[in-house]
């Protein structure tokens, strides 16, 4: 892995266009997927991450034409989730330029799936993404969400996230519902129980607002990377920024 921290703009695509909500809801139209990775890239972005937020949903696969367009405009890294329930679904990730796919409802429903995966394409090109929420009932307190965070599972988050690397994966991708869009600060208790119990990468997500949260993810919350999409969909700061501020407070990244 990286010896810095690696700052990844989120592309949440719905009909073809990045799309922000809150708690996963009421989404608006942020941007144009192709030039959006673009811009982040020339940003300083060291990863992109395209998310197809409704194709679980929908009961249909990534956009790959989308995808291969998006691909087409960077040269850096591009994580690649939603829809992807197949080993062929993920082969095509990869054809299409991804260089990891992320698995949610797939790895939930189908944990054999991310054993398979990561056997045939290396553990470090499968992320576990994890969508939670809160339970109180639960040995961490969070539960692990699927269908785009409609359904809950009753599964603990941080069990899940240890029976995901067993199987293979290679990094791990919580997002906490409670934190998504509200620019309050990402769930730096569920990103760090996982990173403790895992000893995995662990990228950040949900809640980013101010460049201190950034701070925090990484020093409180032991991320590996942090992600986040409001933030810079709608010009609050820039990846440049972001990397500045956390070099100044001797966070390790790429400039």
Do not use: W
Not at 90 to 98: D, L, N, S, V
Not at 127 to 136: F, K, P
Not at 161 to 182: F, H, Y
């Amino acid at each position: 892995m990286e010896n810095f921290v690696r700052i990844v703009p989120c592309l949440d695509i719905k009909d073809g266009r990045v799309v922000k909500g809150i708690h996963f809801v009421n989404l608006r139209d942020a941007a144009d997927p192709g030039e959006a990775a673009q811009a982040y890239a020339e940003s300083g972005a060291d990863e992109i991450a395209f998310l197809d937020i409704t194709a679980t949903v929908e009961k249909r696969r990534t956009r790959f034409d989308v995808v291969r367009k998006v691909a087409e405009k960077i040269s850096i890294p591009l994580i690649l989730g939603g829809g992807l329930a197949s080993l062929q679904d993920i082969e095509q990730a990869f054809e299409c330029g991804a260089s990891c796919v992320s698995l949610s409802s797939a790895a939930f429903r189908q944990p054999e799936l991310v054993e398979k995966a990561a056997r045939k394409f290396g553990s470090r090109r499968i992320i576990v993404a994890i969508d939670v929420d809160v339970n109180e009932n639960l040995p961490s307190k969070r539960e692990v969400y699927i269908d785009g965070g409609r359904t809950a599972t009753g599964k603990d988050a941080v069990e899940f996230a240890r029976e995901m690397k067993d199987r293979g994966a290679g990094q791990v991708l919580p997002t906490s519902k409670t934190a998504d869009g509200t620019k309050e600060g990402y769930d730096l208790i569920l990103t760090r129980a996982i990173a403790e119990t895992t000893r995995l990468p662990v990228i950040a997500s949900g809640g980013a607002g101010c460049l201190d949260h950034f701070y925090q993810a990484v020093t409180e919350g032991k991320a590996s990377a942090v992600l986040a999409a409001s933030v810079f969909h709608f010009g609050i700061f820039t990846v440049r920024q972001v990397k500045e501020y956390l070099k100044a407070k001797g966070v390790a990244v790429n400039l």
